[in-house]
């Protein structure tokens, strides 16, 4: 524990360096201009961002990421709220209630509370993650190839059965992310596998051009796919983005039932933010004393939920961080970040790089506080960016994901394979097939194999390694769990929406 | 319920589900034809790559069967009760257009020539009329991009056509 702050303190040292801190309030800046842009997540935000923190040092470069993550977050729910077209699931739920208080004149509130409530809770779940992370980095240090393989296979089931409107389709995601995933040379014999003789296609294919990919160009090919293009309506802001006593005082236990509900669902890969945002928003409904204005702007209805979703990005990170297994789609694009800079996350992480680790962690702390300070008076200069007119607004995302893959390796292989996948992600947007279960299964596949492979070794072919022990036996049990959750899931949400 | 019209729609979802198992039997059928460098390991880099394409095979099946029973996806942004639109197959093949046209310009032309088209004719693909006042912001998005990755984050962007004139690129 003291030692944790310690090295906490020593991470703002990192953090607080003038260069550092000049590079954290670019990636705030960075981050909530390209999340406050429609259709644009999270994932995709960082990913589109990522070739610029190439040619920057790891620990400013990290630095930046973790501004941008937060800050892409910020920007998000600012979109959800003044233009009702969330970018991500995890402000599916804003929308709901946060674009009802615009139209009622009382967007001001509702950002202000989005705002507040994503610093509180952001604060609140990065000071857990900064206890939490190392502990599981220690305890992960006794978790054997098969446990490992466990997890994964959790993972799987997680991401692929709980997202989108069916299970099946979830898998067919994560099935298709799989094969993306074994593109290349074997690991260990260097065997070649569906490279069809290309000698680009060897190192496999890089997961930051699938996930520009999929996101930007199948979307855009989507959106083109369509004749009727949605053009939705800025929501005017009445006065300051600020909010009153009143409605601080229905905010401020929301912000910390959401970050309650947030962060242990982000830690157990529970499949993203959808799920938490919308338990968060069910408890506030139904303790909430003014009842009947859910579904016509209640502020409990958008500090709940965007705290659960703050928490809940701050949650995913335990796991990626201290055994390497990213849960959500943001959390595989900071991965890759990491293993940019030839940084594998892990439980090794804290003792092999503890400055950038805890940099990062600090950084955290800074990016979330300058968000807060920098979002509120700035929010109408965000606001004109959502007036950008959609044509443009989707040339230049197209041309600037297309730059991204690229300019990774300088290959115009790269784009070609980026052009598959749009279309690939074309395809599943018109099918009804969710993105992340792909993303999961492109990152988690070839961990799935090595970690397959590892533990066999250890028994000599032995297939019974797989579920021997305790821990695996623990995991796989969860595992039967979370394949029953769905049906108890469905049940709840009816019961929600009725009510 | 199979014999029924069926849509073009859930013709569509169907020859998408039938590619990802015949993709699973690909994946089976390039296993097979692996080059096994002297495999001295206990695993066989093939046994994970069959379990990956039976995998596949049996979730396009499933995904099969599951449409068959009625079961369609809902495209994105519809709820399951809104009507399906056909494809609006002219934007999309002009924004394909504008996309394939970067890729092959960028090396023979330079990135900023390929950003101008691509970004122009993504605009126009979506329903822009003003192609002179689209070709000015097309120019200066491509410029400033240009510039603020090969100046500010030397990213090497190649210069092409414009090489003479913007000095550094490859």
Not at chain 1, 137 to 162: D, H, K, N, R, S
Request: aromatic share 10%; charged share 10%; net charge positive.
């Amino acid at each position: 524990m003291a030692n944790n702050l310690s090295m906490l303190l020593d991470g703002f040292q990192t953090a607080f360096t003038p260069t550092n801190l000049m590079f954290g309030l670019l990636g705030t800046f960075l981050g909530t201009l390209v999340g406050v842009l429609p259709g644009i997540g999270p994932a995709l935000a960082i990913g589109l961002l990522l070739p610029i923190t190439l040619t920057v040092n790891p620990t400013s470069a990290l630095i930046m990421f973790a501004a941008v993550f937060y800050g892409a977050m910020y920007g998000g729910s600012t979109t959800s709220i003044l233009l009702n077209t969330p970018g991500e699931s995890g402000s599916v739920i804003t929308a709901l209630e946060g674009n009802k208080m615009a139209k009622a004149g009382r967007a001001g509130a509702a950002l202000a509370t989005a705002a507040i409530g994503s610093f509180v809770a952001g604060t609140i779940a990065t000071l857990l993650l900064a206890f939490g992370a190392p502990a599981m980095a220690e305890l992960a240090l006794t978790i054997q190839p098969a446990g490992y393989l466990a997890l994964i296979i959790l993972a799987f089931a997680t991401v692929g059965t709980l997202l989108g409107t069916s299970r099946i389709r979830g898998l067919v995601a994560l099935s298709v992310g799989l094969v993306l995933g074994l593109i290349g040379a074997d690991l260990q014999s260097g065997a070649l596998r569906l490279t069809f003789g290309s000698l680009n296609a060897i190192d496999g294919i890089e997961t930051v051009t699938v996930i520009v990919a999929i996101f930007a160009l199948g979307e855009v090919l989507y959106l083109a796919s369509r004749h009727t293009l949605v053009a939705s309506q800025v929501l005017a802001i009445n006065g300051r983005a600020w909010m009153s006593w009143a409605d601080f005082h229905r905010s401020w236990r929301p912000w910390l039932r959401g970050t309650a509900i947030g962060f242990p669902l982000g830690v157990i890969p529970a499949g993203g933010s959808e799920v938490p945002t919308f338990l968060s928003y069910g408890v506030e409904k139904a303790l909430s004393k003014n009842k009947n204005e859910f579904g016509k702007g209640a502020i409990e209805g958008v500090a709940g939920p965007e705290a659960a979703n703050n928490a809940n990005a701050a949650g995913v990170l335990v796991p990626m961080l201290a055994l390497g297994l990213p849960t959500s789609a943001t959390a595989a694009v900071v991965l890759v970040a990491f293993q940019s800079f030839n940084i594998q996350p892990g439980p090794m992480l804290f003792q092999t790089n503890p400055e950038i680790v805890w940099g990062l962690i600090a950084s955290l702390f800074i990016g979330n506080f300058l968000l807060l300070v920098l979002n509120l008076p700035l929010i109408r200069f965000w606001v004109l960016l959502l007036k950008i007119p959609s044509h443009y607004l989707y040339a230049g995302i197209t041309t600037f994901a297309l730059l991204g893959a690229y300019a990774l390796n300088n290959s115009t292989f790269d784009l070609k394979v980026a052009l598959a996948i749009g279309l690939l992600g074309f395809l599943f947007r018109r099918f009804g097939v969710p993105i992340t279960p792909l993303i999961i299964g492109v990152i988690l596949g070839p961990l799935a194999e090595l970690y397959f492979k590892r533990a066999l070794q250890i028994s000599q072919g032995d297939w019974h390694i797989l579920i021997a022990g305790g821990f695996p036996k623990f995991i796989y049990a969860i595992l039967i769990m979370v394949i029953m959750a769905p049906f108890i899931w469905k049940f709840m949400k009816k019961f929600v929406v009725k009510k | 319920m199979i014999f029924q019209k069926i849509s073009k729609q859930v013709k569509g979802e169907l020859a998408f589900a039938g590619s990802l198992f015949l993709l699973g039997v690909f994946v089976a059928w390039d296993t097979s034809k692996m080059d096994i460098p002297q495999d001295n390991s206990i695993i066989s880099p093939q046994t994970f790559p069959y379990m990956v394409s039976a995998f596949v095979s049996l979730v396009g099946f499933a995904l099969i069967i599951h449409i068959l029973r009625g079961n369609h996806g809902t495209p994105e942004g519809n709820s399951p009760t809104d009507p399906i639109e056909p494809l609006n197959f002219k934007t999309m093949l002009i924004v394909s257009t504008a996309i394939v046209l970067h890729v092959i310009l960028l090396e023979i032309a330079g990135y900023i020539v390929a950003a101008i088209v691509c970004f122009w004719g993504i605009a126009y693909g979506f329903g822009s009329r003003k192609p002179i006042k689209d070709l000015g912001i097309s120019v200066v998005f491509a410029l400033i991009v240009y510039f603020a990755f090969t100046q500010g984050l030397n990213v090497n962007l190649p210069s092409g056509l414009l090489r003479g004139i913007f000095g550094n690129g490859k």
